[in-house]
């Protein structure tokens, strides 16, 4: 605590006039600065005396001319100090002003005073009057001085110093003025400060309620989360864990606080996790590409199944990602069992009806004796119904795999000629038991040998045709292979049948479904065809497309990548 | 006199749709339905054509093939191979003289199989 801290702090709780009107307060400080300091004076200069006196450096008759008059003014301003710190400041500031006004003129003569050169003098009761009291009372104070002045004169027997009067008028008037503009500008100011007061108080509480509101809310989202049994992981923008359940933990062997805060990199380094899977895993989890959703990967003993979502504020601007890893062991068992299941059942499903084909085929081809021509016919229908069991059989067990991922495109060489040759083959006699027409067209530029999978293509050809012709009740069906450009060639079905509603274009590649044309199911079929044959297209990296019209026919049009032999 | 065919399968149905095929193709047919018979038969005849499913029981497709390649009595012998299965199917195209993929027609059978009359 150095002595200047001590010092100042004194000084101000002396000067210092505790008042509700700021203004009030203010002018009776610097009154009381004022009076310390004369006080000070005054003191400094009777100790002044009395010690010279007290050394025998001058008689008292000469010190006593300074010294009273000190010791006077010490005294007064005492007086006036605790008038004004325990009473009133405007009386204080009245009785100083003119104990000064009356102190002025004892300084020189009157003459001097009034038209002389200490007529500056009276200016002082003038500019501080303003000060001390209220801005206005420097007109006051003008008023007396000048009453003073023509006193003066008389006195001293000159004529009144109107120049010096309108002079200080105009003192007055300056004082005033900037007496009062800076007064207004204090009152501005203390106003600007109780408004900015009011507006931090206010802000501050609704702060306060809002933080509130966040903590219940954010107590909220956390039981919320801590409730869901899935694993739930949010990523911000850089890739960085923020936020986990407890539900993940248990999921990949890891705990919260290893996971929080840790890159995607460092979370998806774990001994547990396959190379092949943690690629993968780190491309749906950095992308969010939503065609790797319901993404499995395999985890230590467990399979989990991975969503991954962007999550995008109001002005879709990227926040993070949200990760939802879900405990698939037991359904990925059940797919499994599943998909084993059905290439049993279908094994064995196809197994004796290739053998009714089989004797089927022979009894037609007379090999247990000729037949004659009904048993003919009756033989070859034994053998298109056991086919179309056989293509219903085939079908699902394509649906199963697809499904399970398993089914794998076989690519080697093969000719659009031939495969064409095949479809008629197949799809001849169909057509013409319907009465409709079947047109196959090859385009010549179309290259003799390509690299595809020849029966996957051929099924994509017989399905398509197999619809064209199953949905049309005249005219023609037309298959056309041709190519579409340097790198894709197409198989199209044109076909003059009801068309497609367009409604039904929603789903009617998906599968299981079929159009319903009223209640009655005209067409049979298990609704797999079109599902197929866009779930091999896509394997292929291809697409397809239909174009309808109700009542005029159906355009599918399939485009694959042209490959051609090295 | 006309040729041999030996039918190695043991399915019930498939050994008749062989049989007959092979029968209306012009061969004498002979049907064995087990892989362990069948193994000490092709040590007593001399067939032109032997027809193999690789999924007889007993005894492994391959193993009975490895035996008919390495017999020098047999090196005349068409052998015909019967499988389910496509991969395994291209694996033995090397091996075999023909591969057929299940299931086969008996008239595409029928066909195939005349071509491989040794006395033409």
New interface residues.
């Given amino acids: 605590m150095n002595p200047f801290n001590s010092l100042s702090k004194f000084l101000n709780r002396l000067t210092d006039v505790p008042s509700t009107d700021p203004d009030d307060s203010r002018r009776r400080k610097i009154l009381n600065i004022i009076l310390i300091g004369m006080v000070t004076a005054a003191g400094v200069t009777a100790l002044w005396m009395l010690i010279i006196w007290a050394l025998k450096l001058a008689a008292m008759s000469d010190v006593s001319s300074i010294l009273v008059p000190s010791t006077v003014a010490m005294i007064s301003c005492l007086i006036v100090y605790a008038l004004n710190r325990y009473w009133s400041g405007i009386v204080a500031s009245a009785m100083f002003l003119i104990s000064l006004m009356y102190i002025l003129t004892l300084t020189d003569t009157p003459h001097e005073l009034s038209s002389g050169r200490s007529i500056y003098l009276l200016a002082i009761p003038i500019i501080i009057s303003s000060v001390l009291l209220n801005s206005r009372a420097s007109l006051v104070f003008w008023g007396l001085i000048s009453i003073q002045l023509i006193y003066l004169a008389q006195v001293a027997g000159d004529v009144v110093n109107i120049p010096a009067i309108m002079s200080f008028f105009f003192l007055a008037i300056i004082s005033w003025l900037s007496s009062r503009s800076l007064e207004q500008a204090l009152r501005d100011l203390r106003v600007i400060n109780a408004e900015l007061d009011q507006r931090v108080a206010e802000r501050t509480s609704e702060l306060s309620a809002a933080f509130f509101r966040e903590t219940i809310e954010a107590g909220r989202r956390e039981a919320i989360l801590n409730s869901i049994a899935d694993g739930v992981v949010v990523f911000d923008r850089n890739g960085l864990a923020i936020l986990a359940n407890p539900s993940i933990t248990s999921l990949i062997n890891k705990s919260q606080k290893q996971i929080i805060g840790s890159e995607l990199n460092t979370l998806l380094d774990s001994p547990e996790l396959k190379a092949g899977d943690r690629g993968s895993l780190t491309a749906l989890l950095e992308k969010s590409a939503k065609d790797l959703s319901n993404f499995r990967v395999t985890w230590g003993k467990r399979t989990l199944s991975v969503n991954a979502a962007e999550v995008r504020d109001d002005a879709n601007r990227s926040m993070g990602t949200v990760a939802v890893f879900r405990d698939f062991t037991r359904e990925a068992e059940l797919e499994q069992m599943k998909n084993t299941f059905m290439a049993i059942v279908s094994h064995e499903l196809r197994t004796p009806l290739n053998a009714i084909l089989g004797y089927a085929e022979m009894l037609k081809e007379g090999v247990y004796g000729q037949m004659n021509g009904r048993q003919h016919g009756v033989s070859e229908r034994i053998m298109t119904n056991t086919q179309r069991l056989l293509g219903i059989v085939s079908d699902l067990l394509d649906q199963a795999q697809i499904e399970a991922g398993r089914l794998k495109i076989q690519m080697a060489p093969c000719r659009p000629a031939e495969l064409l040759d095949n479809l008629r083959g197949v799809m001849d006699r169909i057509a013409s038991d319907k009465g409709v027409g079947l047109v196959t067209e090859l385009d010549p530029s179309m290259p003799p040998i390509l690299i595809g999978d020849s029966q996957r293509i051929q099924q994509i050809m017989v399905n398509l045709t197999g619809n064209a012709v199953k949905f049309s009740e005249k005219g023609s069906v037309r298959v056309r292979v041709f190519p579409c450009d340097k790198n894709s060639w197409r198989i199209q079905t044109i076909d003059m049948g009801k068309g497609i509603p367009e409604d039904a274009l929603g789903y009617i590649f998906e599968s299981f479904r079929q159009v319903e044309w009223g209640s009655t199911r005209q067409h049979g079929g298990v609704g797999l065809g079109l599902s197929i044959v866009k779930q091999l297209v896509e394997l292929m990296n291809g697409d397809v497309v239909v174009e309808t019209e109700m009542g005029r026919g159906s355009t599918f049009t399939v485009t694959l990548p042209l490959i051609l032999p090295e | 006199m006309s040729e041999l065919a030996l039918v190695i399968e043991d ?1 019930e ?2 050994a ?2 062989f049989g ?1 095929a092979l029968g ?1 193709a012009g061969f004498t047919v002979e049907i064995i339905r087990d892989g362990l018979a069948a193994q000490e038969r092709i040590k007593q005849v001399v067939p032109t054509v032997i027809t193999l499913d690789m999924h007889i029981p007993h005894i492994s497709g391959n193993v009975l093939l490895d035996q008919i390649k390495a017999d020098v009595r047999l090196s005349k012998t068409s052998v015909v191979v019967a499988t ?1 299965d ?1 991969q395994m199917g291209d694996a033995l195209r090397g091996v075999a003289d023909l591969v057929l993929i ?2 086969i ?3 595409q059978l ?1 066909d195939l199989t005349f071509r491989l009359h040794q006395n033409n």
């Fill in positions: 399915d149905d498939l008749e749709i007959q209306a389910a496509a299940k299931p027609t008996f008239t029928r």
